[in-house]
């Protein structure tokens, strides 16, 4: 199954904090892509990962032809569409910017979505970006849609300060847009909060749908009461519904596993084929026919609040 989400990087600050270099990607059969990605380096501002470091804040890129992007030709050489990068703070210390390719065409129905809260235009989150693919008439809405904290998928990360998931996003009353999803088959819905800019919070939501899924799973991590273990919060997966009942009970250390490794560096954490880790973790993902997976660190004061794992 062709997933939105074709490629992930991870850029972090070099040594002297004078640019980002490549720090890892998972890139799958998109070779030439790689290999321009893995010579590049990008100067505060300079480029998606650049622009995402001064801004303090996710980027979306909804054209990838535009001046100041550097891979134009190789990311349409690929047949990618469109970008998001996400920077990821420790107070005023950057620690790394995931960066996010996609790709999309006339069957595709998905969204991500950028929401701001500005408080001196408007009390709730108003979108302020967004890819929509064929979904006109939901862009339409979002558009027009404004949220407070607790209502909609983005109100409810806004208010919980915690990465949300949603499934069956149609029937759900928790999600305002459900008949307009239930429309385009729009069905699981990923929230990220970035609440790091006093008065500027953003949230980032992902738009799933069931033939064309941003990823194939979703789930959220958490560290126990202790600061010892992950425990398995929830999650969402249309290949395997039902995996959320072995991992209830499942532990992950710190460094005993790939969410184990971003917990304890704070960095996200990629995997070409996570179904060979010796954990729970790998051993549900193979059980399910899962192969890559991008682990995200929600931080807030320099800690690892939760962490959210995509599997594709």
């Known amino acids: 199954m062709k997933t939105f989400i074709q490629i992930a990087e991870v850029w972090t600050p070099s040594r002297d904090r004078s640019t980002l270099e ?22 505060y501002d300079e480029g998606l990962p650049g622009k995402a470091w001064a801004s303090r ?36 210390f950057l620690l790394a910017v995931l960066v996010f390719f996609c790709s999309d065409d006339e069957q595709h129905v998905g969204a991500i979505e950028l929401w701001r809260h500005d408080p001196d235009i408007s009390p709730g989150l108003k979108l302020a970006d967004g890819h929509f ?26 208010q919980s300060d915690m990465p949300e998931i949603l499934d069956d996003l149609g029937h759900s009353t928790r999600f305002v847009r459900r008949d307009d999803a239930r429309k385009l088959g729009i069905t699981k819905g ?17 738009l799933s749908a069931l033939g064309t899924p941003i990823a194939r799973r979703f789930e959220t991590w958490c560290p126990d009461e202790t600061g010892s273990v992950l425990m398995f919060l929830n999650g969402a997966c249309d290949v395997a ?26 960095l996200p954490a ?14 549900s993902a193979g059980a399910a026919g899962l192969g890559a997976m991008v682990a995200i660190p929600v931080l807030r004061q320099g800690q690892v609040r939760a962490i959210v794992a995509l599997y594709f």
């Not at 693919?133 to 806004?158: C, D, K, N």
């Not at 006093?198 to 949230?203: A, I, M, S, T």
């Not at 990629?270 to 051993?283: F, K, M, Q, T, W």
């Open 270 to 283: 990629l995997s070409p084929s996570i179904a060979s880790e010796n954990s729970p973790v790998g051993r």
């Open 57 to 92: 804040q996710p980027v979306l890129l909804k054209d990838l032809k535009s001046s100041w992007f550097k891979r134009s030709e190789a990311a349409a050489a690929a047949g990618l569409s469109c970008a998001v990068a996400i920077p990821l703070f420790a107070g005023d």
């Open 22 to 43: 490549h720090y890892d990607g998972l890139y799958g059969e998109h070779r030439q892509f790689a290999r321009v990605s893995r010579d590049l380096c990008f100067g």
């Open 190 to 206: 990923l929230a990220l909060p970035f609440l790091d800019q006093p008065g500027h919070d953003h949230v980032l939501t992902f």
């Open 241 to 266: 519904p039902d995996f959320a009942t072995a991992l209830s009970t499942a532990t992950l250390e710190r460094n005993g596993s790939l969410l184990g490794q971003c917990w304890a560096s704070g």
């Open 133 to 158: 693919g064929i979904a006109e008439s939901f862009e339409w809405v979002a558009q027009h849609t404004e949220f407070m904290r607790g209502f909609g998928l983005p109100g409810i990360a806004w």
